[in-house]
């Protein structure tokens, strides 16, 4: 089946056109085109954490299936103030370079990124391998709470982006991202490892460690 797939901001940009023409087979679904533009296009690959997507004029999911002659548009992040702020538990690989652009702002005196990376080892065992399970709803929501109290607290924090993986991750992979773009520095450095802290004590992400003699469930994620 033919679907058009529309993009929009640095998307159209990235790409270097605004529309995008897909034969899919009959039942696929939104993820699949997603893959089919980034294979086409494979400089939008590290944007997909987060994407939107809509068909017409309603938001839909990864797994909605699409039909004959629907478009798709891909949304990157949104612009303006509280409104551009992310927060979001994804499978995708996640990217640094992404999520800093999805805090950038004109009226940001720095911007501070940390990233929660798998290691090789736990009190001298020796890790495969981590699965980490999540309540998506329930831990994007609490992503979010955590994010309105840095607005509070710190006032020139101009935006904030949180995102969590899910699934099977390897040694070296990133499993969190947050970034905080702040009007000045410390601003920055403290609403970062105030969220990191806060998330890795109240937000619904389960870690399953793997290692050559067995495996253990961790809860909450605990880092």
Same mark, same amino acid.
């Given at each position: ?28 679904? $939104? ?12 400089? %939008? ?6 994407? %939107? ?12 299936? %699409?039909? @004959? &002659?629907?478009?798709?548009? %891909? ?20 990217? @640094? &370079? ?6 950038? &702002? ?41 994010? &309105? ?16 993986? $899910? ?57």
């Amino acid at each position: 089946m033919r679907v058009r797939v529309r993009l929009f901001a640095r998307y159209r940009e990235a790409a270097g056109r605004e529309r995008i023409d897909l034969d899919l087979p009959e039942g696929g679904t $939104v993820e699949s085109a997603w893959s089919a533009v980034a294979e086409r296009h494979p400089e %939008l690959a590290r944007y997909r954490p987060f994407t %939107l997507f809509a068909v017409g004029h309603e938001y839909v999911t990864p797994e909605e299936r %699409l039909h @004959p &002659d629907d478009e798709l548009c %891909l949304f990157p992040p949104v612009s303006g103030g509280a409104g551009g702020d992310t927060y979001r538990v994804v499978t995708a690989p996640l990217s @640094p &370079d992404a999520i800093a652009a999805a805090v950038d &702002d004109p009226g940001a005196g720095g911007i501070v990124i940390f990233s929660g990376v798998v290691r090789n080892e736990t009190e001298g065992r020796s890790v495969k391998f981590l699965e980490y399970e999540a309540h998506a709803p329930m831990a994007e929501a609490q992503m979010r709470e955590i994010g &309105d109290g840095i607005r509070a607290r710190w006032p020139g924090v101009r935006r904030v982006a949180m995102l969590h993986r $899910v699934g099977r991750l390897e040694i070296g992979e990133s499993s969190v991202l947050i970034a905080v773009s702040a009007a000045h520095r410390q601003e920055a450095f403290e609403a970062c490892k105030h969220a990191i802290d806060t998330l890795k004590r109240t937000v619904p992400v389960w870690k399953k460690e793997h290692f050559e003699d067995g495996e253990v469930w961790v809860g909450f994620q605990g880092g």
